[in-house]
């Protein structure tokens, strides 16, 4: 088996709506997003700690993250009349969010939108494999990528694709995510402020 071939053996073996077992399943990219969440959490507060940040005001970026996640999924949903996550979207809506409560609380901005912009890579990250598992976002058709069977058209991946080859964009840029956010939590303790960011 050549090189092409088994690569999209192993892309094809990714999608997947439904993670688990049939006893009880979890949706696949709710799941990714609930992770990338938590990993987030992990990587605001190490990284904060260890770039010298104040721990209550850590505590205070990270809810304000969760919260504006969920204000802007209600925000855009009253506007537009449905439900749709664009993550790029909540990350501008989230530094926003985040500038105001250090504005308020009296805090410097940029050493901690350093922080915050770095526990976003693997938030961003793990949304983008969620991507990847249920192709809600894909390239465009390729010799190398992942076919999507009709158990993500089931969930509302496009019936016309099914069994097209598609290139795996959400993967790569979930790498990619991931890169510059090592790079950037291990420029951390000795950048100048606003330079990670």
């Known amino acids: 088996m050549n090189l092409t071939a088994s690569l999209n053996a192993?892309?094809?073996?990714l999608p997947r709506p439904r993670l688990g077992s049939h006893v009880r399943e979890v949706p696949a990219f709710r799941t990714c997003g609930v992770a990338g969440f938590y990993l987030a959490l992990v990587v605001l507060l190490g990284g904060g700690l260890l770039a010298g940040r104040s721990l209550p005001v850590l505590a205070a970026l990270a809810f304000t993250s969760g919260l504006s996640f969920f204000v802007y999924t209600y925000l855009r949903m009253w506007?537009?009349?449905?439900?749709e996550?664009?993550?790029l979207e909540h990350v501008w809506f989230a530094l926003a969010c985040n500038t105001g409560a250090?504005?308020?609380?009296?805090?410097?901005?940029?050493?901690?939108?350093?922080?915050?912009?770095?526990?976003?890579?693997?938030f961003l990250?793990?949304?983008?494999?969620?991507?990847?598992?249920?192709?809600?976002?894909?390239?465009q058709p390729s010799s190398v990528g992942i076919a999507y069977n009709e158990a993500c058209a089931r969930d509302g991946f496009p019936k016309h694709l099914v069994g097209v080859r598609l290139f795996p964009v959400p993967a790569i840029e979930a790498v990619g995510l991931l890169v510059i956010g090592a790079s950037g939590?291990?420029?951390?303790?000795?950048?100048?402020?606003?330079?990670?960011?």
């Open 85 to 87: 996550l664009v993550l």
């Open 125 to 139: 990250a793990a949304g983008r494999i969620g991507c990847t598992l249920v192709g809600c976002c894909h390239g």
């Open 185 to 197: 939590l291990i420029a951390l303790p000795c950048a100048e402020p606003g330079k990670v960011f």
């Open 102 to 122: 250090l504005f308020w609380m009296g805090e410097r901005v940029l050493p901690y939108l350093d922080v915050v912009s770095v526990a976003l890579c693997p």
């Open 10 to 13: 192993f892309l094809d073996a």
């Open 79 to 83: 506007i537009t009349g449905r439900e």
